[in-house]
């Protein structure tokens, strides 16, 4: 599987993935310096079925995130935002955007707006830069373009970040406007948000403090409960005149990126030998403004370099913010090697690639896929003698020395002294003032409804039931098919094909059929909506019951009224002259059809999994999977059929994959699926067509194999138990397949 590990003991981390891989809620997950944003961003990635988008609200932001900036994914236009704002069209208000106006900007180009249709789940990282009017923007064009008048268009929205952290940035002008409409620019006083609350979940397990004293000092600045006792703790460490020797590799944190050129420029000048500049390879469109290193990164040897990525590979020999010092530059190879005071192994490291995506949506197979429209090569290296408390945000110091002089600005004592690890390594340049440590009032009182939420676990499993019930409802609304059928039946008397009258007496009978299935549908929602609202009393028993029979109704239905209607009108059409692109339209109206089939067919597992209050969380999880698991399986047989290919099984698809060397991330992200359902593919084929040593390693697979021998008649649980937590219920079935139990 992947080698992605978590710490399953993490309680509120866990919760937290529950929330936005079984619920629809919107979530706000948060935290202090070091307990884990980035890390559950990228599990989040890694290990969730939906359809999503990661977007952050800078270029650089959005790259080290994985995704794409918000303004490149609505086409968001640079200015402020208030919605019924009456607009003088002269030059002042060039930069103010109604309603009206916003859409007369904007670009909503057809595959953008199917974007915007599927998405299930927009991740928004580094949340405290998003300005509150930006949000209420996103939520205008998501409720116009999903036809749905919800909260971000029925969109869940997952925002990560610290709002302690760098705060949004507004110009005077700007916020002469916004005032009279906003209590702040900060995201959450957006306008949607006051009728729809976000629930909050707080990361509090610390991987990057340890120092309880320091930890206590960060907590209260957070606060705004520093005391002067503190303050002058924090002011003990100022040593104006500090000069650090070569070989305990401070870093300086500076409040402008002038004075960290200067000292970084200084440093690097005094060194002696040549000075060598490493050029990016910059490829395609990849805007200057997000790259994500420097363009041109001069380096010699004795150099003090800090690594600006995490090493991807397994012995994870370095992490972003490491400082090390230049040993080698070999230019014919392409490789700089990296040595650290602590005596950790030299690294040897080569040009790293950057991506600039797009996100496109394909129909076919369901998918929103990545699409690169440009790259960024560069060493992972920065020299780090300097740097601005801005880009140090995300890293971690041993060292630091900390100059700001008079000019610290709101958030930036915080984010410059949680980048250590402890009060040992602090040096203070500049007497910390007393009002540089108060935090705004609105994100302390924000934050604190988070600590409020004691009844977490109630909120998840009625947060789960309520999502259920949504798939529920869906599953039954039948406007989407109607439009499409009823668009394609409008554009028929433009169209110049072979039996276009035949065409068009037929597709007033499917609309027909489609109509009156519609009513039904429409009947049978108000029925569940009456069903599921009353929350301290609702009959699952009675809601299976119903939803059973409904189906039952509506299946035949669709087989014989639209699937196969509209099979045979395809295989008759499709040798006509002048209709290939007509054919194409009607295979795409047919994949929708059978999207549709396969949802009631999932009404069923859903319903009954409401009647099964039991065990519901292990029910939630088997949902989750095997609803879009199916789903993925049809839109795939589909595509082999209009191929005209064998149709494969879906374990032999993911083998055929594997066996072509895609890693099973790659094979989950092209199919769509999450890692664990790969794995479980490929363990199918252990034994046979691959290697157990192909899934997992030897010295694992060793301990199981020893366990299960002395075990012979215990059950997969049982062995589990005698394994540990680090050994997984499929890595004992690997153990069982290669014994042949």
Not at 300 to 316: H, L, T
Not at 671 to 685: D, S, W
């Amino acid at each position: 599987m992947s080698n992605f590990q978590v710490d399953r003991e993490n309680t509120a981390f866990m919760q937290a993935v529950a929330f936005v891989n079984q619920t629809n809620q919107n979530v706000f997950i948060t935290g202090k310096a070091g307990t884990g944003k980035t890390t559950f961003l990228k599990y989040i990635r890694e290990h969730s079925y939906k359809k999503m988008a990661i977007t952050a609200p800078t270029g650089v932001a959005a790259m080290n995130a994985g995704g794409t900036t918000l303004h490149s994914l609505f086409w968001l236009p640079f200015g402020t935002f208030v919605e019924d704002y009456e607009l003088r069209w002269d030059e002042q208000d060039s930069h103010i955007y109604n309603k009206s106006r916003l859409f007369s900007t904007i670009k909503l180009t057809k595959q953008r707006r199917a974007i915007l249709q599927e998405l299930e789940l927009l991740v928004i990282d580094e949340v405290s830069m998003v300005r509150a009017d930006t949000l209420d923007a996103i939520n205008v064009i998501l409720q116009s373009v999903r036809r749905d008048m919800r909260p971000f268009g029925g969109l869940q929205v997952l925002f990560i970040g610290d709002l302690y952290q760098l705060p949004p940035v507004v110009k005077d002008a700007e916020w002469n406007i916004l005032r009279d409409h906003y209590s702040s620019v900060f995201f959450f006083n957006a306008k949607i948000l006051r009728d729809s609350p976000l629930v909050m979940l707080e990361l509090n397990k610390i991987y990057r403090q340890q120092d309880e004293g320091f930890i206590s000092i960060l907590n209260a600045i957070r606060n705004n409960q520093c005391t002067n006792e503190m303050l002058a703790t924090l002011n003990s460490y100022y040593q104006k005149d500090f000069v650090p020797k070569e070989e305990e590799q401070y870093i300086t944190l500076t409040s402008h990126n002038r004075n960290a050129d200067e000292i970084n420029s200084a440093k690097l000048a005094s060194l002696s030998g040549k000075m060598l500049n490493l050029k990016a390879v910059v490829k395609d469109d990849f805007a200057q403004g997000s790259y994500p290193a420097e363009e041109t990164l001069s380096l010699k040897i004795g150099a003090q370099v800090m690594f600006i990525r995490n090493d991807s590979g397994d012995e994870r020999k370095y992490y972003n913010g490491k400082i090390g010092t230049v040993k080698h530059i070999d230019t014919i190879q392409g490789t700089v090697s990296v040595t650290f005071p602590d005596g950790s192994e030299e690294v040897t490291v080569k040009r790293e690639t950057w991506e600039n995506i797009r996100y496109n949506y394909d129909k076919g197979q369901d998918q929103i896929k990545e699409e690169i429209l440009g790259t960024f090569s560069q060493f992972p290296l920065r020299l780090a003698w300097a740097i601005t408390i801005h880009k140090s945000q995300g890293l971690t110091f041993q060292k630091a020395i900390i100059d700001a002089g008079t000019s610290f600005a709101a958030g930036q004592v915080y984010v410059a002294l949680s980048r250590l690890t402890s009060l040992d390594g602090l040096v203070l340049k500049s007497i910390i003032p007393s009002y540089a440590i108060r935090t705004d009032y609105q994100v302390v009182e924000f934050a604190q409804r988070a600590q409020s939420q004691s009844n977490i676990n109630e909120i998840l499993e009625q947060c789960q039931r309520n999502y259920l019930g949504q798939i529920l409802m869906n599953g039954f609304r039948w406007d989407g098919l109607l439009v499409e059928t009823s668009e394609l039946l409008k554009s028929m008397e433009e169209r110049n094909i072979d039996g276009k009258e035949k065409a068009i007496q037929f597709f007033q009978e499917i609309v027909k059929q489609l109509q009156t299935q519609e009513k039904v549908a429409h009947k049978f929602i108000v029925v569940l909506y009456d069903l599921l609202r009353d929350k301290d009393a609702i009959d699952y028993d009675l809601i299976c019951e119903r939803s059973t029979a409904a189906v039952n109704w509506f299946l035949p239905r669709m087989d014989k009224d639209l699937i196969e209607a509209l099979t045979k009108h395809i295989e008759e059409y499709q040798i006509r002259k002048r209709t290939k692109k007509y054919v194409d339209e009607l295979k795409a109206i047919l994949l929708d059809y059978k999207r549709k089939r396969e949802q009631l067919q999932h009404c069923l597992i859903i319903a009954e999994t409401l009647s099964k209050r039991e065990d519901f969380q292990t029910a939630m999880l088997d949902v989750a999977v095997q609803v879009k698991t199916k789903e993925k399986e049809v839109l795939a047989a589909q595509s082999a059929d209009e191929e005209g290919g064998k149709k494969l099984d879906t374990k032999d698809i993911s083998l055929e994959m594997f066996k072509e060397g895609m890693t099973i991330a790659d094979i989950a992200d092209k199919r769509g699926m999450v890692a664990g359902t790969i794995y479980g593919h490929l363990i199918n084929f252990v034994g046979t067509e691959v290697e157990a040593t192909e899934l997992i390693d030897q010295g694992k697979l060793d301990r199981i194999l020893d366990v299960i021998r002395a075990n012979p008649d215990k059950s997969s649980s049982e062995l589990k138990m005698l394994l540990g937590a680090d050994i997984d219920y499929p890595d004992i079935k690997i153990g069982q397949k290669v014994l042949g139990l």
